[in-house]
């Protein structure tokens, strides 16, 4: 079984977190039933990525690919993440875990952000 974890910063205000709940769950709609998306905070909030990753490993995922909800990959992303993913494939060695770049660097966000600053801009403009 493949699964998806998001992973997100984490905040302790619940209304930093609804909008990724949000996003999980638009995402879960353009995707087959069976498909599984988790959503994981890396600190501040909880689900972690270490429950959600022994969470999959129970119910049988054999290959968990790491979605970084970043803008850019800093040091968590650099450093801490894949340190974490070392930790929980050592744990779960029938798990494969991947960690892909955050979807901050995908053209589709940079034009989506692009577009969205430019409205405003001529906005204010106007």
Do not use: K
């Not at 302790?12 to 999980?24: C, I, K």
């Not at 850019?72 to 801490?80: E, I, N, S, V």
């Amino acid at each position: 079984m493949r699964a998806s974890i998001l992973l997100a910063h984490g905040s302790s205000d619940p209304n930093w977190l609804a909008p990724f709940e949000q996003l999980r769950q638009r995402i879960c709609q353009q995707l087959p039933t069976d498909t599984e998306v988790r959503l994981a905070y890396m600190e501040l909030a909880q689900p972690d990525l270490a429950s959600q990753v022994a969470e999959l490993a129970a119910a049988g995922a054999t290959d968990i690919d790491v979605l970084p909800l970043f803008f850019a990959a800093g040091r968590h992303l650099r450093r801490d993440v894949p340190a974490m993913i070392a930790d929980l494939m050592s744990q779960y060695p029938e798990v494969s875990i991947e960690l892909h770049p955050p979807v901050g660097l995908e053209p589709e966000v940079s034009d989506a952000i692009s577009q969205v600053v430019t409205r405003h801009v001529q906005g204010q403009n106007a």
